[in-house]
């Protein structure tokens, strides 16, 4: 009888988390953003501090919002404010759509996410708890978009250091990228990969980094068609965002589970990236995959 009641309530249980998973996470979304600004923050911490040593910048840590007003993006970096503010409307939908993109199929510990911009599908890894998915996709999401935001910040510091020290190196090479907002979205997309994976700890792990290898061949193709897709005003197609995760999951894929111990030269080739570089990454790796396997220890391009 035991083993029915409990049965019974396995069910109960299950058709509770149905419930929860359909409905919007409201006051549960907060929280989350609050917990993975935390988290990111801690995790940052030693990267922060070796930018500024390196760099000399002046460097505060943003503040966050969390804003019920509706918009069309997922989040912003405010350099006015130094502020991040997540959209909760514009997340919930994200979330929605990573469940449509899921299916009803049968979830295994890691899943995969689906970043599409425009027409293409590129895939990310998550843990996806299978009793909230909704939840778990939330994580996911809101830890990949805070990277983003917090590359922003950064690249704000930076330039701001540029404008008040002529001395600095590189100067006229990084004033010039770095005031090219495709630059920028450019930059913190491929941060924003690179550290997702780090934070995770899916370089490490085989069901996580496959993604960013099945990616490669969708963005060596999509770099064929960026011309098109910029040139085309009905596609409106941004192709920073995709360009920049790109770049990432190169990196990635490049050097899998020595991806930490490589960090710095990373953080250092994206603080220089420009969409020329990109580009020339993208292509170098897409047509000759079986270079990422070997050239884990090179200094080449990225
Ligand atoms: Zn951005």
Do not use: Q
Request: net charge negative; proline share 3%.
């Amino acid at each position: 009888m035991a083993s029915l009641l409990d049965k019974i309530k396995e069910y109960v249980n299950d058709v509770a988390y149905n419930v929860k998973k359909v409905l919007p996470l409201k006051d549960d979304l907060d929280k989350i953003i609050e917990s993975e600004y935390e988290k990111a923050f801690e995790i940052l911490d030693k990267y922060i501090e070796y930018i500024k040593r390196e760099y000399g910048i002046d460097y505060k840590i943003p503040r966050l919002e969390i804003s019920e007003d509706e918009s069309s993006y997922d989040a912003w970096y405010l350099p006015t404010r130094n502020e991040i503010c997540f959209f909760k409307e514009s997340i919930e939908e994200y979330i929605d759509n990573e469940l449509k993109f899921l299916g009803y199929k049968e979830i295994n510990d890691i899943e995969y996410l689906n970043n599409s911009i425009g027409s293409k599908i590129l895939l990310y890894p998550s843990y996806i708890n299978k009793k909230n998915k909704r939840e778990s996709i939330a994580e996911s999401i809101t830890r990949l978009v805070m990277f983003h935001e917090f590359w922003h910040s950064i690249d704000f510091s930076i330039l701001d250091k540029l404008e008040k020290d002529p001395t600095i190196k590189n100067r006229y090479y990084l004033l010039t990228i770095l005031n090219d907002r495709d630059n920028i979205e450019l930059r913190a997309s491929a941060f924003e990969v690179v550290m997702y994976y780090l934070a995770n700890g899916f370089h490490k792990h085989k069901n996580g980094y496959v993604a960013a290898y099945a990616n490669i061949p969708i963005c060596r193709t999509y770099i064929e068609k960026i011309d098109i897709l910029e040139k085309n005003k009905n596609t409106k197609e941004y192709v920073p965002y995709g360009l920049g995760f790109c770049y990432g999951n190169i990196v990635v894929a490049k050097y899998g589970s020595s991806l930490k111990e490589n960090i710095y030269k990373i953080i250092d080739d994206i603080i220089h990236l420009n969409k020329e570089k990109a580009i020339d990454v993208i292509k170098l790796y897409g047509d000759n995959p079986d270079k990422l396997l070997h050239d884990k220890n090179s200094n080449s391009v990225i």
